[in-house]
């Protein structure tokens, strides 16, 4: 492939630091965003009072559209009001939720998005990918990765904890989505795209290799740049494939099964962790494993309400919730009395 034809469509931006959202004006009075200065803003139910306040100095009288939750319903309709108003960009200011339903209602609107992150959960913050909820349960839409990025740590800090250690399951375990992308290349001639591996691995190493929490404002600039280069692996490699295997089905099919029973990167650094002990690597199972539990994250099912039972049946059920992908899941094809016995013995291996 021609290297111009795979070169990462970089965004305009990219700020980690205090105040940033008072700043917005300055990013967006940038005629590469916007020329006119028609734009408009989308905030999430819980902060969108704060957000709109902390922004009003800077940008005037740009309309400020709410956002009341994650679904497509909620995405579609934004997307409606962005064609009505004929606005020339968007920016999403809040969480995963809310840049996810900003990102797939500019891309029904055929407008760039502007991403402010106010929590880490995830590295849907520039990622190509929506995750929506529908009347089916959650789906992945592709859209348009975010013209320019935002992080505002005043706001990480006083976002729940639980949210911002969510982010570190989900970049580390790209560490296991990395080796699942290697066992397909080896199993099934799937073409390996090299920069996009090399991208999400320097992403979750940044993570695991420090001893600081996320009380510090250096952890949580790596931990963004971390979440932001995990996406942009996404983008190089047309595909959710350097950041998601084997940790993600399980996830899925969790979130299936039992709905509402943790956050998105709490289940899959469980999911990360489970499926580096299927593959006996005690190594990298330790690593991940003292990652999590150092970041006071859930490691064993139990710490987020799962029986053995139940998160055997997620398990079983993982390889259905990415058909054609295949992980170190669908290598074993382990029977359900062979993935309990393998539940149990991960319980015991690293239990605390």
């Known amino acids: 492939m021609p290297i111009l034809a795979r070169m990462l469509p970089a965004p305009l931006t990219m700020e980690v630091r205090r105040g940033a959202i008072a700043q917005l004006g ?3 009075a940038d005629s590469r965003v916007a020329t006119s200065g028609r734009v408009a803003v989308a905030v999430g139910a819980s ?5 709109a306040e902390v922004i009003a100095p800077s940008l005037g009288e740009a309309r400020v559209f709410r956002v009341p939750d994650g679904t497509v319903d909620a995405a579609v309709s934004l997307g409606a009001d962005l064609r009505k108003g004929a606005y020339e960009a968007v920016v999403g200011v809040g969480g995963g939720k809310t840049i996810d339903a ?3 209602a500019a891309s029904l609107a055929g407008i ?7 929590n880490l959960s995830h590295d849907g913050i520039c990622s190509p990918v929506a995750s929506l909820i529908h009347e ?4 992945s839409f ?5 013209l320019a990025i935002m992080v505002d740590l005043d706001f990480v800090h006083d976002a729940p904890a639980a949210l911002v250690r969510s982010g570190v399951g989900d970049v580390v375990s790209n560490l296991s989505a990395i080796e699942d992308w290697h066992l397909g290349a080896a199993e099934r001639g799937e073409p390996i795209d090299g ?11 940044a993570v695991l290799g420090r001893s600081d929490s996320i009380e510090s404002d250096a952890f949580l600039t790596v931990l963004a740049e971390a979440l932001i280069l995990s996406g942009m692996s996404m983008v190089i490699a047309g595909s959710s494939r350097p950041s998601s295997g084997g940790d993600h089905e399980i996830l899925h099919a969790v979130d299936q099964l039992y709905p509402g029973t943790s956050n998105h990167g709490e289940l899959a650094g469980i999911g990360a962790a489970f499926c580096f002990y299927l593959r006996e690597d005690a190594r990298r199972l330790g690593e991940v494993a003292g990652c999590l539990r150092s970041h006071d994250l ?3 099912p139990g710490d987020v309400g799962l029986t053995l039972e139940q998160f055997t049946d997620a398990v079983m059920l993982a390889p259905s919730t990415r058909p054609g992908r295949y992980t170190i899941l669908e290598h074993l094809r382990l029977s359900e009395t062979e993935v309990r016995a393998k539940v149990e013995g991960y319980v015991h291996a690293v239990g605390r």
Do not use: F, W
């Open 26 to 28: 300055a990013l967006l």
């Open 47 to 51: 902060q969108g009072d704060r957000i």
């Open 102 to 104: 900003t990102k797939y």
């Open 112 to 118: 760039p998005m502007v991403a402010v992150a106010t």
């Open 136 to 139: 089916g349960g959650k789906g």
């Open 142 to 146: 592709g859209v348009p990765m975010p």
């Open 195 to 205: 920069l996009a591996i090399s991208m999400a691995r320097t992403a979750a190493e």
């Open 298 to 300: 859930p490691v064993v």
